[in-house]
C-alpha cells in the first residue's frame, strides 16, 4: 500500500524553526520528483519546494529562499522540509508529494504549522 506520512508540524515563533518529515512506504522514494507544498484557507495549494528525482536540480518559491531547506534520503525512504526563519505569512498546512513518471501522484495527509507571537 502507497503511503506517505507526515510529521513534525507544530507552532513556532517568529524567527523560530520547525522541521518537517515524510515517510514514504509501498514505494520508494528513489527516482522521484519529491516536493513540499502549503495551503491557506481560501487559497490554492503552492508548491513551497521542489527536489529532481536525480537531485540534480532543486527549486524554491521566492518567499522561502535561503530559509527553507528540501532533502531527501533514499536510504531511509523520506524526505524533509527544514524550515528556518519562520515568518507568520509561512503559517498554512504543509503537504508532501511524490510523482513520478507513469501518472504516479502521491500526497500527505497534510501537517499544520503555525508561526505566531
Known amino acids: 500500500q502507497v503511503q506517505l506520512v507526515e510529521s513534525g508540524g507544530g507552532s513556532a515563533q517568529p524567527g523560530g524553526s520547525l522541521r518537517l518529515s515524510c515517510a514514504a512506504s509501498?514505494?520508494?522514494?528513489?527516482?522521484?520528483?519529491t516536493n513540499w507544498f502549503r495551503q491557506v484557507p481560501g487559497k490554492r495549494r503552492e508548491l513551497v519546494a521542489t527536489?529532481?528525482?536525480?537531485?540534480?536540480?532543486?527549486g524554491y518559491t521566492d518567499s522561502v529562499k535561503g530559509r527553507f531547506t528540501i532533502s531527501r534520503d533514499n536510504a531511509n525512504n523520506t524526505m524533509t522540509l527544514q524550515m528556518n526563519d519562520l515568518k507568520p505569512e509561512d503559517t498554512a498546512v504543509y503537504y508532501c508529494?511524490?510523482?513520478?513518471?507513469?501518472?504516479?501522484?502521491?500526497w500527505g495527509q497534510g501537517t499544520q504549522v503555525t508561526v505566531s507571537s
Open positions: 508529494n511524490v510523482a513520478k513518471s507513469g501518472g504516479f501522484d502521491y
Open positions: 509501498g514505494f520508494t522514494l528513489s527516482n522521484s520528483i
Open positions: 527536489l529532481s528525482a536525480s537531485g540534480a536540480y532543486i
